[in-house]
């Protein structure tokens, strides 16, 4: 009998020291595991969400470079339509410094001609880049504007309105340069707006934005000097 209980206390002295390094090994894996999941674990969703989250950014940044360097026939004819513009623009103030008497006229003429000279380099290199041709000096042909009903549609002048501006003085020419230079913008702002509303290429609309305000003051700005309201 004695020896019968003996063997059951050994029995279970043996079945609790095997419960408890079940205990533990349960407890030392368990560790384990939390150790692995907490680097190897973290580290592999973080390596894998790495590229994902650079992934948008770097997709919007290509998005955003090839739409800038896009652009359509709207664009073109932004580009071709405006340089000849500019350039008549520019014939016109350089007639100022020997005709006009009013130096504000004569400084509004300047301005002009400041601000104009750099969009004519600007709008031949995007169609030089484009691999389109550039208006030949003289392209403004006088002859292609104010015919057939085109005249006033870009606010052009004719060739008659160019010979009677050259041969104008004082405050014959100050009143000439004025009229004709309000209508002269006011068709490189309509131009501008065409762009804004069908052009895709970035800095052609940003340009067109900058004329539309430049423009605009200076029509409002000469308007005063007419003495309009």
């Known amino acids: ?87 008549q623009a520019v014939e016109m103030a350089d007639l100022a410094p020997g005709r006009a008497r009013s130096a504000e006229v004569k400084q509004l003429a300047a301005d002009i001609k400041k601000a104009q000279d750099p969009e004519i380099r600007t709008l031949s290199g995007w169609l030089t880049s484009w691999g389109e041709d550039v208006p030949a ?34 405050k014959a020419f100050d009143t000439a340069f004025t009229e004709l230079m309000i209508k002269h913008h006011e068709g490189a702002v309509e131009m501008a707006r065409t762009e804004q509303a069908d052009g895709t290429y970035g800095p052609a609309k940003k340009m067109a934005a900058e004329i539309i305000d430049s423009q605009s003051a200076e029509i409002e700005q000469m308007n005063a000097l007419l003495g309009k309201d």
């Open 137 to 170: 000096e003289g392209a403004m042909d006088h002859s292609t504007h104010g015919m057939d009903g085109m005249d006033g549609m870009d606010g052009m002048m004719t060739a008659e309105e160019m010979t009677g501006l050259e041969n104008a003085s004082g």
């Open 1 to 87: 009998m004695i020896r019968k209980r003996s063997l059951m206390h050994r029995t279970a002295v043996v079945a609790a020291a095997g419960a408890a390094a079940l205990v533990l090994a349960a407890c030392g894996g368990s560790g384990d595991d939390d150790g692995s999941a907490g680097h190897g674990g973290h580290a592999a969703p973080a390596s894998s969400s790495a590229p994902s989250s650079a992934s948008p950014s770097a997709s919007a940044s290509a998005s955003a470079s090839a739409s800038q360097g896009r652009h359509n026939a709207a664009d073109v004819a932004f580009a071709k339509g405006m340089i000849p513009h500019h350039r």
